[in-house]
């Protein structure tokens, strides 16, 4: 054996080749759209139905209706009862999990492939046929008040929460999932059935099969389990939110809410941006890698690894159909947050222009977005995931595979021109969730004008 | 039900510096994992030096003698994903590369295994220190019930013993170390006789033992440490009362157990499930669903190396008392012991388990992926082959094992109990708990 050779680093050869799965696609009877994606590395497979309302269906003044109906699914089903229903997940080992969206809805079950039928039709049952009795409704829309109210004290919830407020203004996106007390303790039980009739319908749901079978065993679980729900033919919800234009921060702004000696200053930093669906998604992916994505960006490298002001600092774009928002999100110790902010907003400014990124941070962000690319690709969840993702913003197939050369054509002048559009120090809204009393002199050095006070957004 | 064939294969070789290597090949997906563990975490500190093994992990990302910048540019430059963890008993470090970059990957590990302090300056030293007092803050001092597992420590072990401190350790500890304790700390514990490594993924096995030799046999062997060994009993139900920045009351209830791998650990870790994971747990069941007690309860095995805790956790609903909640705990505790639990429940939690075992085999790389796996069962158990063994330890258990197991070790007269109740309510309180107070 060779000792090797310390002087210098050794070189990465040429990329390995990956195929990247291939996407089958169904329409049942019934309208709904299915996608099956053979994934044969361990026995175990993945269903994910994906509904197309979300937090943003939410009616005005019922802010967490779509999360609570959600919830709702697996507390009874047709024959079976709350108990019973998890019961039957635990005997198949099933993973099952919600996630409720601005724009979608989206359940998930993971199971061996051996109860494949039996998971696929229990995912079924508790979709198309909840339920939705009242003593549930009253119990589980109570457990969401009470976590509500611990909400309050998360700094990091009620800094989303209040972020979102801010910067969309009176819009269907303007609240978290669980939405708020108020419109919590609105929601009746018939707002609950009302919701899932119209919201829970097959010809505008897509089901997402993945797992280690062929393609046609795959199809044939979807339509066993689903081939039964009727279309009811309910138009979408009112107006879509990602239609409504938001209107948006005119001004840059400080806003303040109070954490009475909190030991950190939680902070968001940022506006309103663009859609996902926008032909710049690859050079905003490329800046923000290089201005708050990664590691190794230039937010993260000067609050954390140069001042020490944080255990870790981001940037990311919180991406919807609609308009989303971009913000860079950290907590600092309550002494350094005026310099935090101050070092925040210079480095958000400097990529527009002044300092634009560098060929090494351009390399650097293109390898990290595009070599480590096929390693989502490792389990049935992750390839089902993305499926789902690309489902929701209605991407092509070809997608996957010109994911790389997309990112790796980004120049220079693209990454300056999208943060010159998309970044406007001119309209950022800072907000802060920590200790007013111990921060509010220092910040009047940051120029952001008097602080304005708000109340936890729940 | 049947039994499903699941296994982990590997192969094993030690280095001549003593540096365990472990193999295992799985070509899906053209990306290699690299897994480092350092049999060195928390319990190898001593009082007044507490947080030093998290602290030295933040020092392994800031560059070693030949790459003498940041960790990380160079692997993300090569597509890697990479982090690293510390917890009372082992720290880890892992990249998950594509397979092109596997040289790169392990010339950057083992530089910093055999070459880490000539990089290690006094600033950057600094810098990492104010990064994990933030850490600390964020994850522990500004979080709601954040501080109550360092009073839980405290309260389950004497002093001296290193379980009684939490792995980010005190702040005023943290803030008193020193360069040169750091680079003992190094000399003592980050050397192959300690360390043990893992490839796994697209690779064949005999190149990738060809680049373990290349890569890390050359690093100086040193002495493996000697294994810490400490006893700790509870005599007594202690209560005590802790204050936070919270809305609503919760309890936490916590016993010793027995040690990761030891007989009964399984048993407590499916005790876990059927007490409080999920709906259909006893405790859910009773408090949360039927009650509407609580608001949630969760519980399980915490296996750790020369002692295990086993904790229940449960949150006063509004308009209900934590008294209220320990007396029908204490009830269903009860009924486990006398009656034990039902052939069903533990054919549930058992074939939960199972799946589990199987949804474990689906990633190499990352924290509890193939290779932190091989690492773990290497490591703590001496052999990496425990896979299989270990799934067995839940198909083995039974009415009788489990029953014995709770009344072995969740006796109601002795244990922690803490409540943690909202500032200056101290009524919400169980009857005669101890003010006691963490920072």
Same mark, same amino acid.
């Given at each position: 054996?060779?000792?090797?050779?310390?002087?210098?680093?050794?070189?990465?050869?040429?990329?390995?080749?990956?195929?990247?799965?291939?996407?089958?696609?169904?329409?049942?009877?019934?309208?709904?759209?299915?996608?099956?994606?053979?994934?044969?590395?361990?026995?175990?497979?993945?269903?994910?139905?994906?509904?197309?309302s979300g937090s943003g269906a939410d009616p005005d003044q019922l802010e967490g209706l779509a999360a609570l109906v959600a919830d709702m699914?697996?507390?009874?089903?047709?024959?079976?009862?709350?108990?019973?229903?998890?019961?039957?997940?635990?005997?198949?080992?099933?993973?099952?999990?919600?996630?409720v969206?601005g724009?979608?809805t989206?359940?998930?079950?993971?199971?061996?492939?051996?109860?494949?039928?039996?998971?696929?039709?229990?995912?079924?049952?508790?979709?198309?046929?909840?339920?939705l009795?009242?003593?549930?409704f009253a119990?589980v829309r109570q457990?969401r008040l009470?976590?509500l109210?611990?909400?309050?004290?998360?700094?990091?919830?009620?800094?989303?929460q209040?972020?979102l407020r801010?910067?969309?203004?009176p819009h269907p996106y303007a609240h978290l999932a669980i939405g708020t007390d108020a419109g919590l303790r609105r929601v009746t039980p018939d707002d609950v059935v009302a919701f899932h009739a119209r919201a829970?319908?097959?010809?505008?749901?897509?089901?997402?099969?993945?797992?280690?079978?062929?393609?046609?065993?795959?199809?044939?679980?979807?339509? #066993?389990?689903?081939?039964?729900?009727?279309?009811?033919?309910?138009?979408a919800i009112g107006r879509l939110a990602?239609?409504v234009?938001?209107? &948006?921060?005119?001004?840059?702004?400080?806003?303040?809410?109070?954490?009475?000696?909190?030991?950190?200053?939680?902070?968001?930093? &940022?506006?309103?941006?663009?859609?996902?669906?926008?032909?710049?998604?690859?050079?905003?992916?490329?800046?923000?890698?290089?201005?708050?994505?990664?590691?190794?960006?230039?937010?993260?490298?000067?609050?954390?690894?140069?001042?020490?002001?944080?255990?870790?600092?981001?940037?990311?774009?919180?991406?919807?159909?609609?308009?989303?928002?971009?913000?860079?999100?950290?907590?600092?110790?309550?002494?350094?947050?005026?310099?935090?902010?101050?070092?925040?907003?210079?480095?958000?400014? #400097?990529?527009?222009?002044?300092?634009?990124?560098?060929?090494?941070?351009?390399?650097?962000?293109?390898?990290?977005?595009?070599? &480590?690319?096929?390693?989502?690709?490792?389990?049935?969840?992750?390839?089902?995931?993305?499926?789902?993702?690309?489902?929701?913003?209605?991407?092509?197939?070809?997608?996957?595979?010109?994911?790389?050369?997309?990112?790796?054509?980004?120049?220079?002048?693209?990454?300056?021109?999208?943060?010159?559009?998309?970044?406007?120090?001119?309209?950022?809204?800072?907000?802060?969730?920590?200790?007013?009393?111990?921060?509010?002199?220092?910040?009047?050095?940051?120029?952001?004008?008097?602080?304005?006070?708000?109340?936890?957004a729940f | 039900?049947?039994?499903?064939?699941?296994?982990?294969?590997?192969?094993?070789?030690?280095?001549?510096?003593?540096?365990?290597?472990?193999?295992?090949?799985?070509?899906?997906?053209?990306?290699?994992?690299?897994?480092?563990?350092?049999?060195?975490?928390?319990?190898?500190?001593?009082?007044?030096?507490?947080?030093?093994?998290?602290?030295?992990?933040?020092?392994?990302?800031?560059?070693?003698?030949?790459?003498?910048?940041?960790?990380?540019?160079?692997?993300?430059?090569?597509?890697?994903?990479?982090?690293?963890?510390?917890?009372?008993?082992?720290?880890?470090?892992?990249?998950?590369?594509?397979?092109?970059?596997?040289?790169?990957?392990?010339?950057?590990?083992?530089?910093?295994?055999?070459?880490?302090?000539?990089?290690?300056?006094?600033?950057?030293?600094?810098?990492?220190?104010?990064?994990?007092?933030?850490?600390?803050?964020?994850?522990?001092?500004?979080?709601?019930?954040?501080?109550?597992?360092?009073?839980?420590?405290?309260?389950?072990?004497?002093?001296?013993?290193?379980?009684?401190?939490?792995?980010?350790?005190?702040?005023?500890?943290?803030?008193?170390?020193?360069?040169?304790?750091?680079?003992?700390?190094?000399?003592?514990?980050?050397?192959?006789?300690?360390?043990?490594?893992?490839?796994?993924?697209?690779? #064949?096995?005999?190149?990738?033992?060809?680049?373990?030799?290349?890569?890390?046999?050359?690093?100086?062997?040193?002495?493996?440490?000697?294994?810490?060994?400490?006893?700790?009993?509870?005599?007594?139900?202690?209560?005590?009362?802790?204050?936070?920045?919270?809305?609503?009351?919760?309890?936490?209830?916590?016993?010793?157990?027995?040690?990761?791998?030891?007989?009964?650990?399984?048993?407590?870790?499916?005790?876990?499930?059927?007490?409080?994971?999920?709906?259909?747990?006893?405790?859910?069941?009773?408090?949360?669903?039927?009650?509407?007690?609580?608001?949630?309860?969760?519980?399980?095995?915490?296996?750790?190396?020369?002692?295990?805790?086993?904790?229940?956790?449960?949150?006063?609903?509004?308009?209900?008392?934590?008294?209220?909640?320990?007396?029908?705990?204490?009830?269903?505790?009860?009924?486990?012991?006398?009656?034990?639990?039902?052939?069903?429940?533990?054919?549930?939690?058992?074939?939960?388990?199972?799946?589990?075992?199987?949804?474990?085999?689906?990633?190499?790389?990352?924290?509890?992926?193939?290779?932190?796996?091989?690492?773990?069962?290497?490591?703590?158990? &001496?052999?990496?082959?425990?896979?299989?063994?270990?799934?067995?330890?839940?198909?083995?258990?039974?009415?009788?094992?489990?029953?014995?197991?709770?009344?072995?070790?969740?006796?109601?007269?002795?244990?922690?109990?803490?409540?943690?109740?909202?500032?200056?309510?101290?009524?919400?309180?169980?009857?005669?708990?101890?003010?006691?107070?963490?920072?």
């Amino acid at each position: 054996v060779t000792r090797i050779d310390r002087s210098r680093l050794p070189e990465v050869s040429a990329d390995p080749r990956f195929t990247f799965p291939a996407i089958v696609r169904h329409r049942l009877r019934n309208g709904l759209r299915v996608c099956s994606v053979e994934h044969h590395s361990v026995p175990v497979i993945t269903f994910i139905l994906q509904v197309d309302s979300g937090s943003g269906a939410d009616p005005d003044q019922l802010e967490g209706l779509a999360a609570l109906v959600a919830d709702m699914a697996d507390e009874g089903t047709g024959t079976l009862s709350a108990l019973e229903v998890s019961d039957a997940l635990s005997r198949i080992g099933a993973d099952y999990d919600v996630d409720v969206g601005g724009d979608a809805t989206e359940f998930s079950l993971t199971t061996l492939t051996r109860f494949a039928s039996r998971g696929a039709s229990l995912l079924a049952d508790m979709v198309t046929r909840p339920r939705l009795m009242e003593s549930d409704f009253a119990r589980v829309r109570q457990l969401r008040l009470d976590r509500l109210r611990q909400l309050k004290d998360v700094a990091s919830a009620v800094a989303e929460q209040t972020f979102l407020r801010l910067v969309y203004g009176p819009h269907p996106y303007a609240h978290l999932a669980i939405g708020t007390d108020a419109g919590l303790r609105r929601v009746t039980p018939d707002d609950v059935v009302a919701f899932h009739a119209r919201a829970f319908e097959s010809s505008r749901a897509t089901l997402i099969v993945c797992g280690a079978m062929r393609h046609e065993d795959l199809l044939k679980q979807a339509e #066993d389990a689903f081939g039964g729900w009727a279309s009811s033919g309910a138009d979408a919800i009112g107006r879509l939110a990602s239609e409504v234009e938001p209107i &948006g921060t005119p001004v840059t702004r400080l806003a303040v809410v109070e954490r009475e000696a909190a030991a950190q200053s939680e902070l968001r930093i &940022g506006h309103l941006s663009t859609r996902r669906v926008t032909p710049e998604y690859p050079a905003l992916l490329v800046m923000n890698a290089v201005l708050g994505g990664q590691f190794v960006s230039r937010v993260n490298l000067k609050l954390r690894e140069e001042k020490g002001y944080t255990y870790g600092a981001r940037t990311s774009f919180d991406w919807r159909r609609g308009i989303s928002p971009f913000a860079l999100q950290t907590s600092v110790h309550t002494a350094s947050t005026a310099d935090a902010i101050a070092d925040s907003l210079t480095e958000i400014a #400097d990529v527009r222009g002044t300092r634009p990124p560098t060929a090494e941070e351009m390399s650097l962000a293109k390898a990290s977005l595009t070599r &480590g690319y096929p390693r989502g690709f490792e389990t049935a969840q992750q390839v089902a995931r993305s499926v789902a993702m690309m489902s929701l913003y209605g991407l092509p197939d070809t997608y996957f595979e010109e994911f790389v050369p997309k990112v790796n054509a980004v120049t220079n002048a693209d990454v300056v021109d999208a943060a010159a559009r998309y970044l406007d120090p001119l309209r950022l809204t800072t907000l802060i969730v920590g200790d007013y009393s111990a921060i509010s002199e220092s910040l009047r050095s940051l120029n952001l004008g008097d602080p304005q006070l708000h109340p936890a957004a729940f | 039900m049947t039994s499903v064939a699941i296994d982990l294969p590997f192969t094993k070789r030690t280095l001549g510096n003593g540096l365990d290597v472990i193999v295992h090949e799985d070509r899906h997906i053209p990306i290699v994992a690299v897994n480092v563990w350092y049999h060195v975490g928390s319990k190898n500190e001593r009082p007044g030096r507490t947080g030093f093994a998290h602290l030295f992990e933040h020092l392994m990302f800031e560059g070693s003698e030949h790459y003498n910048a940041g960790y990380f540019p160079p692997l993300q430059q090569a597509g890697a994903l990479l982090n690293g963890s510390t917890n009372a008993d082992r720290t880890n470090y892992w990249e998950v590369v594509p397979t092109s970059a596997i040289d790169r990957a392990l010339w950057m590990e083992s530089d910093r295994m055999g070459f880490l302090l000539p990089a290690l300056t006094r600033e950057r030293f600094e810098t990492q220190r104010d990064v994990v007092l933030n850490e600390r803050r964020q994850s522990y001092e500004n979080r709601p019930y954040g501080m109550v597992m360092m009073a839980l420590s405290a309260a389950l072990y004497p002093a001296d013993h290193p379980y009684s401190w939490m792995t980010i350790g005190s702040a005023e500890d943290i803030r008193a170390m020193q360069l040169e304790d750091v680079q003992e700390f190094f000399r003592t514990y980050y050397h192959p006789a300690n360390a043990s490594l893992v490839l796994a993924g697209d690779l #064949d096995t005999e190149r990738a033992f060809d680049l373990a030799e290349a890569y890390f046999g050359e690093i100086p062997t040193g002495i493996r440490p000697k294994a810490v060994v400490n006893g700790a009993e509870l005599l007594v139900e202690q209560r005590l009362v802790l204050e936070d920045r919270v809305e609503l009351p919760r309890i936490y209830l916590a016993w010793h157990s027995p040690a990761m791998f030891a007989g009964g650990d399984a048993e407590m870790d499916l005790l876990g499930d059927l007490l409080a994971n999920g709906k259909t747990s006893r405790l859910y069941k009773t408090l949360v669903y039927d009650l509407r007690m609580a608001l949630d309860v969760s519980g399980y095995q915490s296996s750790r190396e020369i002692g295990s805790f086993f904790l229940l956790v449960a949150t006063a609903a509004p308009g209900h008392t934590l008294t209220e909640v320990a007396a029908r705990i204490d009830d269903e505790l009860r009924r486990v012991v006398t009656e034990g639990p039902t052939v069903d429940e533990i054919d549930r939690a058992v074939a939960q388990a199972e799946a589990h075992f199987m949804y474990r085999l689906q990633t190499v790389g990352g924290f509890g992926g193939k290779s932190d796996q091989l690492n773990a069962y290497n490591v703590l158990q &001496g052999n990496p082959g425990f896979f299989a063994a270990d799934l067995e330890r839940y198909r083995h258990a039974t009415r009788e094992s489990l029953q014995a197991a709770a009344r072995a070790y969740l006796p109601l007269d002795r244990r922690v109990v803490i409540s943690v109740i909202p500032r200056r309510q101290h009524a919400l309180a169980l009857e005669g708990s101890t003010a006691v107070s963490v920072s």
